[in-house]
C-alpha cells in the first residue's frame, strides 16, 4: 500500500459568539485550521486536523499547509502508510516543531491503518481503557456577571466539571472565580487555567487566595521553562499543579519529572505532535508518580476523536479525577463532521467505527474552507 497524495485544506469555522476564548494568550474568536486528506492508491483515505494557532504553536494555517503541500509530501509520497512509527519518526527528522501539522499526519496514518484493519483507532493502541470519558467545559476570561451566566448555562445542561480561565488581572482573576463558584455550589469540580499569565511574584501572593475555592487543579501559573518557580508554586499551591505549556515534547516531561516540579502534565496529540507522543509522555508522568490529563486547544470533530481514542486507550491519563478538555466542537458553530462526536453534558464517548471513527461532512468543508 502506498501514499500518492495529501490534500490540506485550510478552514475558517467561528467560535459560538457567547463561548469564545479569552485567554492570558489573547483573544480566540475564530479557528483556522487545516483539514487533511491523504489518499492511497488502494482507494483507501485518511483525515486528520492540524489545530494550528499562531498564538498557540507559532504554526498558521499557511505555514501548515505550505509544508503539507511540500515538504511532508515529498516525503510521504510512495510510503507505507502503515508503517506509522517510522514515518513520524523520519518526518520530526525533517521537519523540526509543528507538532499540531505532525498531529494531523500522524491521525490520517492512524485512520488509514484502522480502515485496513477494520478497527478502531484505540484497539490498534493496545485496546480501551474506558468508553466514555468524563469531561469539562471551559468558561473565558470574561467578566465576573458573564462568566456565571455562561456557568449558569453549562449547569443548565448537566455538566460535571468547570474550568475557568484566569492569569489576566490578578483581582478580576479571583472575582471571576468566586463569581463561578457562586452559582455552581462547592460540590462540583472545578480548575482553574493562568495559561502562563501571572508573573512568578503575582503567583506567589495569588495562589494561597484559591484555597477556599476547594479546586480540583491549578493549571499553568506561570511562563514556561521557569521549573524552579513551579516547583516552588507546587509547594504552597492550595490545589494540585498542572503543567500545560510546560510540556510540548518527552524532553520537557523528563525536566518537569526531575524537577518535581508539577503534580499533573496535560497532554494532547496537537500539543505533543502525535498520540504516540502523548502516550510517551503519559509514561514519563507515571514513572514519576505524576498524574495526566487531557487538555484542549478548541479542537473540531476529528482532532477530538484523536483525542478521545489517546485517552481511551492510556490508563495513565486519570480523566476520573481530572476531567478532560473534549470539548472543542461544543464552542464552535460547526464540527466538519458527518456525524457529530457524543461530547457532554458530562462525558465523551468515544467512535467505534474504523480508523479515528468520523467522516468529513463535505458540505461543511465547502462552506468553511478559505482557500
Ligand atoms: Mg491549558
Known amino acids: 500500500m502506498k501514499i500518492v497524495r495529501l490534500e490540506a485544506i485550510p478552514v475558517r469555522v467561528p467560535l459560538k459568539s457567547d463561548r469564545i476564548a479569552i485567554t492570558a ?7 483556522e485550521y487545516v483539514i487533511l486528506k491523504m489518499y492511497t492508491d488502494q482507494g483507501v483515505i485518511g483525515i486528520g486536523e492540524a489545530t494550528v494557532q499562531p498564538l498557540w504553536s507559532g504554526e498558521s494555517a499557511q505555514t501548515c499547509v505550505a509544508l503539507l503541500k511540500h515538504r511532508v509530501t515529498e516525503l510521504l509520497v510512495g510510503q507505507d502508510p502503515q508503517e506509522i512509527q517510522r ?3 523520519e518526518l520530526n527528522h525533517h521537519v523540526k516543531f509543528n507538532p499540531f501539522m505532525k498531529s494531523a499526519v500522524e491521525m490520517a496514518l492512524w485512520d488509514i491503518y484502522g480502515k485496513v484493519r477494520n478497527l478502531p483507532l484505540y484497539e490498534l493502541l493496545g485496546g480501551k481503557c474506558h468508553d466514555r470519558i468524563p469531561m469539562k467545559m471551559m468558561i473565558g476570561g470574561f467578566e465576573p456577571k458573564q462568566a456565571a451566566k455562561l456557568a449558569e448555562t453549562f449547569l443548565e445542561w448537566g455538566v460535571g466539571c468547570l474550568k475557568v480561565k484566569v492569569g489576566l488581572v490578578p483581582e478580576s482573576d479571583l472575582e471571576r472565580v468566586a463569581a463561578v463558584r457562586h452559582v455552581a455550589g462547592l460540590e462540583l469540580p472545578m480548575t482553574i487555567d493562568a495559561n502562563c499569565g501571572w508573573s512568578a511574584a503575582v503567583a506567589r501572593k495569588i495562589l494561597p487566595r484559591f484555597e477556599k475555592y476547594q479546586l480540583t487543579l491549578i493549571e ?9 518557580t513551579m516547583a516552588e508554586l507546587r509547594r504552597l499551591s492550595p490545589a494540585p499543579l498542572m503543567a500545560d505549556e510546560n510540556v510540548w515534547t518527552l524532553a520537557d516531561a523528563h525536566q518537569a519529572a526531575a524537577h518535581q516540579a508539577v503534580d499533573i502534565i496535560s497532554v494532547y496529540p496537537g500539543k505533543n505532535g502525535g498520540i504516540l507522543n502523548s502516550k510517551r ?9 505524576m498524574g495526566c490529563h487531557i487538555g484542549s486547544n478548541l479542537e473540531l470533530g476529528i482532532a477530538s476523536a484523536a483525542m478521545l481514542h489517546l485517552a481511551a486507550s492510556t490508563p495513565e491519563i486519570e480523566s476520573h479525577k481530572y476531567p478532560a478538555d473534549i470539548l472543542g466542537p461544543c464552542y464552535h458553530e460547526a464540527d466538519m463532521l458527518l456525524e457529530p462526536l457524543q461530547i457532554g453534558p458530562k462525558y465523551a464517548l468515544v467512535p467505534h467505527k474504523p480508523g479515528l471513527g468520523v467522516e468529513i461532512d463535505e458540505q461543511q468543508i465547502k ?3 478559505i482557500d
Open 25 to 31: 494568550h489573547g483573544r480566540h474568536a475564530v479557528s
Open 87 to 89: 514515518l513520524c519518526f
Open 220 to 228: 499553568q501559573p506561570t511562563r514556561p521553562g521557569d521549573w524552579a
Open 281 to 289: 509522555i503519559a509514561h514519563v508522568a507515571s514513572s514519576a508518580d
Open 367 to 369: 462552506r468553511y474552507r
